[in-house]
Structures are given as C-alpha cells and as structure tokens.
C-alpha cells in the first residue's frame, strides 16, 4: 500500500464517523487479502470508492472517467489513490489493458460496471456495460460483488450533519465467470448474472 493511499484511507476512516449514523459491513472474511481480485459494485454515489477504501485492508486500484480527474479536490484525491482513467462511452483499450496489467501483478481493481451513479429501480437488476465483463474474461481473477446501500441522499440535504445516512456494505463470496452457469458467448446473459450477484446482496432486495 502506497502512502499516499495509506493516508487516505485513515482520513476517510476519521471522517466515517461524522459522515455515516450507522455502519453495517458484512462479508469481511469474504476480502481476498492477496493475489488479483475484481470488486464489482453497484454505484449510487460520489462517496461509494471512499467506503471500499475505508473497509478493504489493502490497496484497490479504482477506474474512472476521464473527467473526473478535473473536478477540483476531487482529482487530487484520485491522482493520490492512483485511480486510471477510462474514456466514458468508447471502447477504452488502454483502460483495459491498464486494468488486466495491475491484475497481472497480483493487485485488486474497482469497477463499477453501471458506468454511472444509479439507485436500483426496486425490482429490477442494474444495467452493466461490457468492459468489466471483458476484464474478466482475459484476466480469469475472480470477482468479488459489493453491494453499498445509504449513500443516496449523501451530501443532498441543506445541513449533512442532521441527516446522516446509516449504510449498509456487504461483500459477497467471490466467483469466476464459469459459475454463473452462462455461456461464455453469451454476453448479455453473463452480465445480468454478474449484476444479480451483486444485488442479491442488497437488504431487502427481492431477488
């Protein structure tokens, strides 16, 4: 682990208490602690990459947009996290190959396969894009799905401090794609069920 990273994760650890009423994180012994891992997460939130680096003991490496790295405070935050960047609605080859090489040597990637900040439509499974799947596929790591709940309405109210959210953070038992009983041809079907997985672990989420 960086310092720099180290760093971050003890300041997002300081601020947790201010930021959140309630904490429930499940699934820790799930965690790889080493060897190459896909966290796959759903993502409703600016804050939802601060949650993993504040519960995950090592080093996660986060893809983002490109022109995230732009936004004042926010960038600097990135450029401190090494997050790489990926261009939004093209198909990145440079993100991804950057992503399998920090795979390769035996480090964790974030991806967040919505490709934006969506609540889940009750019911219903997040739409995904392709370029986590890929990643999957060429890396053979296994994914390990996160499900982040309470984040919604983070920072939205006039006076935070009033209205603290309680989150709730599950880890799910880690998989490879062959699991999923999907076709390796089958691209669609392989990411609804990738998806599923993460969304089953959401609370009160009807599969």
Same mark, same amino acid.
């Given at each position: 682990?960086?310092?720099?990273?180290?760093?971050?994760?003890?300041?997002?650890?300081?601020?947790?208490?201010?930021?959140?009423?309630?904490?429930?994180?499940?699934?820790?012994?799930?965690?790889?602690?080493?060897?190459?891992?896909? =966290? /796959?997460?759903? @993502?409703?939130?600016?804050?939802?990459?601060?949650?993993?680096?504040? =519960?995950?003991?090592?080093?996660?490496?986060?893809?983002?947009?490109?022109?995230? =790295?732009?936004?004042?405070?926010?960038?600097?935050? =990135?450029?401190?996290?090494? /997050?790489?960047? /990926?261009?939004?609605?093209?198909?990145?080859?440079?993100?991804?190959?950057?992503?399998?090489?920090?795979?390769?040597?035996?480090?964790?990637?974030?991806?967040?396969?919505?490709?934006?900040?969506?609540?889940?439509?009750?019911?219903?499974? @997040?739409?995904?894009?392709?370029?986590?799947?890929?990643?999957?596929?060429?890396?053979?790591?296994?994914?390990?799905?996160?499900?982040?709940?309470?984040?919604?309405?983070?920072?939205?109210?006039?006076?935070?401090?009033?209205?603290?959210?309680?989150?709730?953070?599950?880890?799910?038992?880690?998989?490879?794609?062959?699991?999923?009983?999907?076709?390796?041809?089958?691209?669609?079907?392989?990411?609804?069920?990738?998806?599923?997985?993460?969304?089953?672990?959401?609370?009160? @989420?009807?599969?």
């Amino acid at each position: 682990m960086t310092l720099p990273y180290r760093l971050c994760q003890l300041a997002f650890r300081a601020l947790a208490p201010l930021i959140y009423r309630e904490r429930r994180i499940r699934g820790l012994e799930n965690l790889p602690l080493t060897g190459p891992a896909i =966290f /796959v997460s759903n @993502h409703i939130s600016y804050w939802d990459p601060a949650t993993l680096v504040t =519960f995950v003991p090592r080093q996660v490496y986060f893809m983002s947009r490109n022109n995230m =790295f732009g936004v004042p405070v926010l960038g600097t935050v =990135f450029r401190a996290l090494d /997050v790489f960047g /990926v261009e939004r609605g093209t198909a990145d080859i440079g993100a991804i190959r950057q992503a399998l090489a920090i795979l390769e040597r035996g480090d964790p990637v974030a991806l967040y396969p919505q490709g934006s900040r969506t609540p889940l439509p009750s019911g219903q499974v @997040h739409q995904a894009k392709g370029g986590a799947l890929l990643i999957a596929q060429r890396s053979r790591a296994p994914i390990v799905p996160v499900a982040i709940s309470g984040l919604e309405t983070l920072f939205l109210a006039r006076f935070p401090w009033l209205g603290r959210p309680a989150i709730d953070v599950t880890f799910g038992r880690p998989f490879f794609l062959d699991e999923l009983g999907e076709s390796a041809d089958d691209r669609n079907a392989l990411l609804r069920s990738m998806m599923r997985r993460v969304t089953d672990l959401l609370p009160n @989420h009807e599969s």
